[in-house]
């Protein structure tokens, strides 16, 4: 006889592997139903990050929770690992019924391994000895246009953000730290800074107007 599955949990299955196909074989989705007073799992994507299956039991350490009736509430980026050392990032949400009762859980683990290993090599290529010796290495020079990308390139990077994903508040910043080493003395600097930012002369010379506004 198929076992009975609430019907509420039943309505997430597709989202199960939709979710999984979305975020690719690292992402394990997992669904519980409580239909018969014992968790096991009815549907599931990506198995191989846990080993596990449609019809295993949950983990030792959820059963315990539940128990303990500690699912009422979504517990989300928690860390664990698997048997074999990989790291995982995951969040349990339950599945509650039109009473509030807990009929069911939605699991996502997420194995971080190959990310912690790319950050952690990244990490060491970007390693430089001494940070502010490299920021602060300009070559002497004489020419006025070397000595504005030089202060423009250098406020930058202070900032510590590519121009393509800053917000408007943090250009702003950029144009008040740059106005403050008198940046825009000289000539050509707005043109300079406006194709810098990304942003038109006019804007530089609103920013620049907000920045002095305040400022008095």
């Given at each position: 006889m198929e076992k009975s599955i609430?019907?509420?949990?039943?309505?997430?299955?597709?989202?199960?592997?939709?979710?999984a196909q979305t975020f690719g074989k690292n992402c394990e989705m997992v669904?519980?139903?409580?239909?018969?007073?014992?968790?096991?799992?009815?549907?599931?994507?990506?198995?191989?990050?846990?080993?596990?299956?449609?019809?295993?039991?949950?983990?030792?350490?959820?059963l315990k929770a539940v128990h303990k009736g500690n699912v009422k509430e979504a517990v989300i980026n928690y860390t664990g690992k698997t048997t074999d050392g990989r790291v995982l990032k995951s969040s349990t949400m339950p599945i509650k019924d039109e009473n509030g009762e807990v009929v069911g859980l939605l699991c996502i683990n997420f194995d971080m391994s190959t990310l912690i290993v790319a950050q952690n090599a990244i990490t060491e290529i970007m390693q430089?000895?001494?940070p502010?010796?490299?920021?602060?290495?300009?070559?002497?020079?004489?020419?006025?246009?070397?000595?504005?990308?030089?202060?423009?390139?250098s406020t930058i990077y202070e900032l510590g953000k590519p121009v393509a994903y800053m917000n408007k508040e943090e250009k702003v910043n950029i144009v008040k730290r740059l106005d403050e080493q008198g940046a825009?003395?000289?000539?050509?600097?707005?043109?300079?800074?406006a194709?810098?930012?990304?942003v038109s002369r006019y804007t530089i010379y609103n920013y620049l107007d907000e920045i002095r506004v305040y400022d008095k």
């Open positions: 609430n019907p509420i949990v039943k309505a997430i299955v597709p989202l199960v592997r939709g979710i669904l519980h139903d409580f239909c018969n007073g014992k968790s096991s799992i009815i549907a599931i994507e990506n198995g191989h990050v846990t080993g596990r299956s449609v019809g295993s039991p949950m983990t030792e350490a959820g430089v000895e001494d502010d010796r490299v920021k602060n290495n300009h070559y002497p020079t004489n020419n006025v246009n070397d000595v504005l990308t030089n202060i423009v390139t825009f003395l000289i000539k050509g600097a707005i043109d300079y800074v194709k810098v930012l990304c």
